[in-house]
């Protein structure tokens, strides 16, 4: 009975190729999140959608372009991907903007 | 803009011992609050929050912190720590009025508890 799921948990890809990571909640959550942990374990937010409209776009490359089809879900997909890509995705929920996120398992990322 | 910096990256303490994690924050607007822990190879998992009210907050697993507004911190305490207390731990902070609610996270205290 997950909360937030992400498939996949783990991928590794080349250079240059597109991927996608899917996110579902059934918290029933109006706020979705992409953040992405770096190998330093550093988080940082790349993107926040608000009932499917987007809120909050970080300075990400536009390679990564986050899509909602319905406000349980955030896919990530991933164009043209660099070695620098490597990191853990995780995504989140939240009632509201602002209070507590749920997070996903993550997704790991490596680009080789 | 919202920073968050957490004091120590690693802290290494002994089972039973009692142990602090500190996080500092720069605001001059209201904030919530919040203490996250990951343990290896997960997600991250919410240890309490403050959003108003009492300044002292209870979590989960006899975790508690104590919001000081003069101070801008928000220090983690537990009295006596267990083996499976070992994670990495991030304060995090939001904005809802500026900054579209997103959190804030400090760089992560990595607690270590010995036997």
């Known amino acids: 009975d997950t909360a937030v799921s992400q498939t996949p948990k783990y991928l590794v890809t080349q250079m240059g190729n597109d991927k996608s990571i899917k996110c579902e909640q059934n918290?029933?959550?109006?706020?979705m999140y992409w953040y992405k942990q770096d190998s330093k374990k550093f988080l940082k937010i790349m993107f926040s959608?608000?009932?499917?409209?987007?809120?909050i776009n970080e300075t990400v490359p536009n390679r990564f372009s986050p899509k909602s089809p319905d406000k349980a879900h955030l896919n990530l997909h991933i164009n043209s991907l660099e070695l620098g890509d490597s990191a853990v995705y995780f995504c989140?929920?939240?009632?509201?903007?602002?209070?507590?996120?749920?997070f996903g398992q993550g997704t790991r990322l490596t680009v080789v | 803009a919202q920073s968050v910096t957490q004091l120590d990256s690693q802290v290494p303490v002994f089972e039973e011992a009692p142990v602090e994690l500190r996080c500092n924050y720069s605001?001059?607007?209201?904030?919530?609050l919040f203490w996250y822990v990951q343990y290896p190879n997960q997600g991250l998992q919410l240890l309490l929050k403050?959003?108003?009210?009492?300044?002292l907050v209870k979590g989960i697993n006899g975790f508690e912190a104590e919001f000081n507004k003069s101070q801008t911190s928000f220090h983690l305490r537990k009295p006596s720590v267990h083996i499976s207390d070992t994670a990495e731990y991030f304060c995090?902070?939001?904005?809802?009025?500026?900054?579209?609610?997103?959190?804030?996270f400090g760089q992560g205290t990595e607690l270590s508890v010995k036997p």
């Open positions: 959608y608000n009932n499917k409209e987007l809120i």
């Open positions: 605001s001059s607007v209201s904030v919530y």
């Open positions: 403050y959003l108003s009210g009492s300044t």
């Open positions: 918290l029933g959550h109006d706020t």
């Open positions: 989140a929920s939240s009632h509201l903007r602002g209070t507590e996120a749920f």
């Open positions: 995090a902070v939001s904005d809802l009025e500026n900054q579209g609610g997103k959190l804030i």
